[in-house]
């Protein structure tokens, strides 16, 4: 067998089988995930991140445990030792699950807890000058922050952040409508000598060059997420401007280049539904010959969250994976780097509270950017208003038991217990198909060296 990705160190130290149980009976781990293409073999451990290329008679004797548990004897005649240890092999009374709580417990101890935020995800306004047919945001008051609320903004993340630099992650509604607020917020931290870097999640239909210079100088912007529905016409129909004369697909195409142009990395996301499928093709091509010669420009396709859970997500979960070879080729794929794993200790903002927080337009403090009723537990001008709603939130959820079932779960989150407002029945989907497209790459060997690439890709230190 043949290494394709080496695992996370720690993990693997922590899971590693010390010595057999001769008198156990053993069977393939949740967490071993099977991958055949072409005739090659992989096999990937979801929670270390190790990824094997096997022979074929290896697949077949590694796969003979998924069909029955054999004894240690069968392993060690089979030349199966070594995957016993990394525990792609486990007893048949083995508590994965358990392990896995375990390991993530004892990884994030020997971390340790940080000392202040790091991650400031702040909504100007929840103001926007389109109105997208599918925003989640809708229905939402409309409030834009005011210049008392940003100076105390200010005030609030030199008192909380940690030591070094913060992150700020411009959110809305539509964030450059209160571009004034971020202007002041980011002059005012500059003058308290606090070292920041920005993102931002926009529509980018504001934006012209003149701002996206500014953006880079005073905002410190580093990456911009523009949110894109596919070919002109899907665009037109989705986003609804309220000056579409002004602010149209025509706009964000030059916004994007304006932005690429400063050096900012830009992602597309595009998002997708069985309407607009049918025409996806044809604006890849398009996107191609626009940005694909720009290194900065990457784009992914994303199932519409209204998708989530329908009977269209799976169809369409698979629609997307077959076309990110097209994205790939015509340059715009996240290009394939870091042939060295770090297990997921984090999985979003929610779920790290003593790093990361959200603020509204008046200054309430929630956990996630979905704004979840009866989920705010301060605000910047009082800190902690509610110390049990904090400490509940604050507290590592037990493991729910469908997703103790599933082998993705070191990929993702045990959050379905609290409502995470991301979980569905067929969660699983996505994330098989993504860690198979990855599997992909490295069996046709497009992932290059590099640094770990099992964390979020922005940069930001969950």
């Not at 445990?65 to 486990?90: C, D, H, N």
Request: hydrophobic share 35%.
């Amino acid at each position: 067998m043949n290494i394709l990705r080496e695992g996370d160190k720690n993990a693997e130290k922590l899971i590693r089988q010390k010595s057999p149980r001769l008198d156990a009976e053993y069977r393939l781990s949740l967490y071993a995930w099977p991958f055949l293409e072409d005739g090659r073999h992989a096999l990937m451990h979801t929670m270390t991140g190790e990824a094997l290329e096997l022979t074929a008679s290896e697949w077949a004797d590694v796969l003979s445990f998924q069909a029955a548990p054999q004894s240690y004897e069968t392993i060690e005649r089979k030349g199966l030792t070594e995957l016993a240890g990394k525990r792609y092999l486990v007893e048949t009374d083995y508590d994965e699950a358990h392990a896995y709580a375990q390991t993530l417990f004892l990884l994030k101890t020997a971390r340790g807890r940080r000392k202040g935020l790091f991650l400031y995800t702040i909504l100007p306004t929840t103001g926007c000058n389109a109105r997208c047919v599918y925003c989640f945001e809708e229905g939402m008051p409309v409030q834009t922050m005011t210049e008392a609320t940003a100076d105390r903004l200010i005030d609030y993340i030199c008192e909380t952040k940690g030591e070094g630099p913060v992150w700020l992650r411009w959110f809305g509604g539509e964030p450059l409508v209160g571009v004034n607020i971020i202007r002041r917020i980011s002059a005012g931290l500059e003058e308290r000598g606090v070292v920041f870097t920005s993102r931002m999640t926009t529509n980018a239909s504001l934006l012209t060059r003149e701002l996206a210079h500014e953006a880079k100088k005073r905002w410190h912007l580093k990456q911009v997420q523009v949110s894109l529905d596919g070919a002109r016409e899907d665009y037109a129909l989705r986003k609804r401007f309220v000056q579409p004369d002004k602010h149209n697909y025509d706009a964000v195409m030059r916004a994007i280049g304006y932005l690429a142009d400063e050096d900012i990395r830009v992602r597309l996301r595009v998002n997708v539904n069985m309407e607009n499928l049918p025409r996806i093709e044809g604006f890849l091509d398009e996107m191609g010959a626009l940005f694909g010669e720009r290194e900065n420009v990457t784009l992914y396709l994303c199932a519409l969250y209204q998708e989530l859970g329908t009977a269209n997500y799976v169809p369409l979960q698979e629609a997307i994976s077959s076309l990110n070879n097209k994205i790939r080729a015509l340059g715009l794929g996240k290009a394939g780097t870091g042939k060295k794993a770090r297990m997921r200790l984090n999985c979003c903002m929610a779920d790290i509270m003593d790093g990361s927080v959200v603020i509204t337009p008046d200054g309430r403090l929630y956990r996630c950017e979905h704004l979840q009723e009866g989920e705010s537990w301060g605000d910047i001008f009082n800190g902690v208003t509610d110390p049990a709603l904090y400490e509940a939130l604050r507290k590592p959820p037990a493991i729910d038991p469908d997703c103790a079932k599933c082998p993705f779960l070191p990929r993702c989150t045990p959050f379905k217990r609290r409502g995470c407002p991301v979980w569905f029945e067929q969660c699983s989907v996505g994330k098989r198909l993504d860690e198979e497209d990855y599997l992909r790459e490295l069996l046709r060997g497009a992932v290059t060296e590099g640094e770990a690439d099992d964390e979020d890709d922005d940069d930001i230190p969950l």
